[in-house]
């Protein structure tokens, strides 16, 4: 079981529910037993700073994605992933250019950061690939579209 706790840095109003949101980080958890995920949607200043600070990149992404280290689960707790970052000024501008519905943008980047917390990556194409497979599946599994096909 995953336990997803939500932070809204910004005013909650027009961004996904957190149910939506939580329902997302579920679907995404691979692992066996308890574990813990915080999901952060920030605005874009915030997601700027923090893309600057760990990436070196100085504009806001979409989503960042903090594995915990293995210190950071205090024992007895469920295992701590990690933290998901998103920034939803981000999203909402990609999920206009791509003609998606927000929450099915959302989600897409919660499955990913969570896939992320869990060890997959998409340095090589191979790897990119087998990631974008299992999110498609899970996705689906949601009731939403495939987030890499090409819309009109």
Not at 7 to 16: F, T
Not at 57 to 76: D, H, K, Y
């Amino acid at each position: 079981m995953l336990e997803v706790r939500v932070q809204y840095a910004l005013p909650r109003a027009g961004w996904p529910a957190p149910r939506t949101l939580h329902q997302a980080a579920r679907a995404a958890w691979r692992g066996q037993g308890a574990a813990q995920v915080l999901l952060r949607v920030v605005d874009a200043e915030e997601g700027r700073h923090l893309n600057e600070a760990f990436r070196g990149r100085q504009a806001a992404t979409n989503v960042l994605s903090f594995p915990a280290p293995p210190e950071a689960t205090v024992p007895g707790d469920p295992l701590f992933l990690g933290d998901i970052v998103l920034c939803a000024h981000v999203l909402a501008g990609e999920a206009r250019e791509q003609h998606k519905p927000l929450a099915a943008h959302f989600a897409h980047m919660i499955v990913h950061g969570m896939l992320h917390l869990q060890g997959l990556d998409h340095q090589t194409a191979a790897e990119a690939e087998a990631m974008e497979t299992i999110e498609r599946e899970m996705l689906d599994g949601l009731g939403y579209p495939d987030p890499y096909e090409e819309l009109p």
